[in-house]
């Protein structure tokens, strides 16, 4: 029988310069890369997480020492949610409409290019307060 959703994946931060114990070069990481995921849903996932990124790393340029912390935090675990979803999705369609492209690579490829949104859309979904989200009109179809 097959587990219902996924477990907590292991997330590893790759640096370029091996600071976090492992190195960009272990995944052919470049300023650019987000995130590789490896395994298999029976073995679990191995989530790489960049956390030399050009995009991440210049959101902590402009922020105070207290912030980082929770800044690459941010980066990191939105990264790895949008690696679960692209998962998920896939696991639903089986890969049965896929273009071609495993789903490792599409993850890193779409991480890749969400990450210079990914941090100033959380912090812009943060930011919203209830009464402005209760306040926007509902289109009706």
């Excluded at 996924?6 to 190195?23: M, Q, V």
């Excluded at 679990?44 to 912030?67: M, Q």
């Excluded at 979803?85 to 409409?97: I, T």
Aim: hydrophobic content about 40%.
């Amino acid at each position: 029988m097959k587990p219902n959703g996924f477990a907590i994946p292991n997330i590893i931060e790759l640096t370029e310069d091996g600071r976090s114990g492992h190195y960009w070069k272990e995944q052919d990481f470049n300023g650019h890369s987000a995130l590789r995921v490896k395994g298999s849903e029976e073995d679990g996932y191995d989530f790489f997480v960049n956390t030399d990124n050009v995009h991440l790393l210049t959101e902590i340029k402009a922020r105070r020492d207290e912030e980082v912390k929770a800044i690459e935090a941010r980066y990191k675990f939105g990264l790895v949610l949008v690696g679960l979803a692209l998962l998920q999705d896939s696991d639903k369609r089986n890969d049965s409409e896929g273009d071609g492209e495993d789903i490792p690579t599409q993850i890193s490829r779409v991480c890749s290019a969400i990450s210079p949104v990914i941090l100033p859309m959380i912090e812009s979904l943060g930011a919203i307060e209830m009464d402005a989200i209760l306040a926007m009109p509902v289109e009706e179809s």
